[in-house]
Structure formats: structure tokens, C-alpha cells
């Protein structure tokens, strides 16, 4: 991975990024932090904005740490490696300093059966990929059994390590508010929100040809608020807050956010698009959402 970014890392990340802003005179530019969490679990997040000057690109980074400088340098390692892959730095060919191996002294430890026996049929039932053993004790060994599971099972899509609330945050390229963390590999990785959005209208029109969204489509313009879709509209345009009341099952959960991201689709601002729905209780929750992705395809 430390060669896919150009051999950028934590290490080295922020004295280059500093370099980058007095070369390209940004030097006002700094780090904006957030405190996260109470005072028994207090930690912070950092962000910074740049301009990428070859490209003309701004870029975004935002990051999470235990503390001020743990997230800044994350942000910073962050902002690197995506001014790397826009060709904006070169990649780093200086040497690392590494711990001597011979100065760090050997520490057995002994796990009890039950303890390894559980491990085992945890590893089973994740179907994670284990290591094979080195041959000799001084042969290398890698943890990171199998990089394409890594990457098939965490990247952008996946099931991912999804955090346990998911703090707003407007649309941002190269960034994943559900994993709440920048998106370095993949395609959507030095995606504009422009081409996104292209992407997004692009599907939102093929769905005329699936014979059961077309169904779909068909009984939701047979709800009751479908009567209402322009008035709805044209308060939401003009009024920053509106208050839409109707009976129980008229479709306003489910049809006035759809509305929103439709008409974004349709003028190519899908990327652009945040919405949330909030629900009193987790069951209600998890049923609108099913229901509004099976209508959505």
C-alpha cells in the first residue's frame, strides 16, 4: 500500500504538505479541528482544504485521531497521497527511520485453549484468511494474508466498518461519510463530483427500462402526495424550511426525499445531493430505508 501512495507516510506526510503550501503560497492555510465525543471518550477530527495549482483541483481531506496530532497528521497523510496521485508531488525516495529489529527483545506469550479456541471460530466465521506460519523465526512475516480480500471486502461498497453514528456532512469528494474516512483507492478515489453526478443521471435514466421499476414508478404516482409533487416542489425552492402534514401512508416519508435527489438526478447535481430521513425508532428506520431502495432499484 506504502508503494500504490508513493511511498507517502505518516512519517514523512506533513513536513511535505507544509513544503507544498509555501511552494504554491498557500502558508494561511491551516488545520481545523472538531472535538468528537464527551469527556470519558474525547477525541478530534481534522480537515484541511487545498488547491492542487497544476490541475486547478481542490482537494479535501478529513480525518480522525485520539488527539490534535494524530488526526492532523492523518489529514496530512491524507491530502499527500491525493496530491500525489493528481501529479502534483513526486513520490517520496528518501530512507524511513525504522526501529532496529536486533535492539527489540523477544516477548512470549501464552494464550489459554479456551482463548485460542474461540479465536479459531471467530476467524471461521468471518472467513478471514490466515497467515501461513514463517519457516524459520527469522523470516518475514506478513499479517495482511490476502490484500484483494482486504480490498473486496472493505473498499468503497462493501460492507466496510461502518461507524456507529454518522455525523453530517455536506457532499465532499474523496470522502465516505458512512466509514467516515477518505476514500484513497478505487475509482471514486480522484472522481469529480461533476463526473459522479453524470454517473448518477446516467442510471437515474436507465431505470425506464427495467420493467419492474416502471411497475414501481406506476404505484408511486398512484399515492395520494402525488397529487401534491408541484405544490411540494415550489415550497421547497422557495422557503428554507417547510412543514409537509399528511395522513398516515400518504407517502410523504418515503416520496418527498425521493423527489429532492430525482430533480438533482435529472439536472446532473446528484453528487451534490444530502438528505436524511430521521424515524422515532430503529425498526421504522430500517423499513423506510428498504423500502425507498427497493422503489429506487
Known sequence: QRRVHGNWMMENAKSKLHQYLQMTKQNNIDFKYTMVGNDACRSFVAEMSIVAKKCSRRIHAREH?????????????????????????????????????????????????????RLKNLVQTLQVPVCPAPSTPQEAL?????????????AMGGEGFVVSAVPWTPPLSNWNPWTGANIDEGPLA??????????????????????????????????????????????????????????????????????????MLLEGRGAECSILVTQPRRISAISVAERVAAERG
Open 190 to 263: 480522484n472522481t469529480t463530483k461533476e463526473a459522479i453526478s453524470a454517473d448518477l443521471r446516467a442510471a437515474e435514466a436507465s431505470k425506464s427500462d427495467d420493467p419492474s421499476l416502471r411497475a414501481m414508478i406506476e404505484s408511486r404516482h398512484k399515492l395520494p402526495i402525488a397529487e401534491s409533487y408541484d405544490r411540494i416542489m415550489n415550497n421547497i425552492h422557495n422557503n428554507s424550511v417547510i412543514i409537509i402534514q399528511g395522513e398516515t401512508g400518504c407517502g410523504k416519508t418515503t416520496q418527498v426525499a425521493q423527489y429532492i435527489l430525482s430533480e
Open 142 to 154: 506478513s499479517l495482511v494474508a490476502d490484500d484483494q480480500w482486504i480490498i473486496e471486502k472493505y
Open 65 to 117: 485521531g485520539s488527539n490534535k496530532k494524530v488526526a492532523s497528521l492523518s489529514c496530512a497523510l491524507s491530502l499527500v497521497r491525493q496530491l500525489y496521485h493528481v501529479k502534483e508531488i513526486e513520490a517520496f525516495t528518501g530512507t524511513y527511520k525504522t526501529a532496529d529489529k536486533e535492539k527489540i527483545p523477544e516477548y512470549p506469550v501464552s494464550l489459554p485453549d479456551d482463548v485460542m479456541n
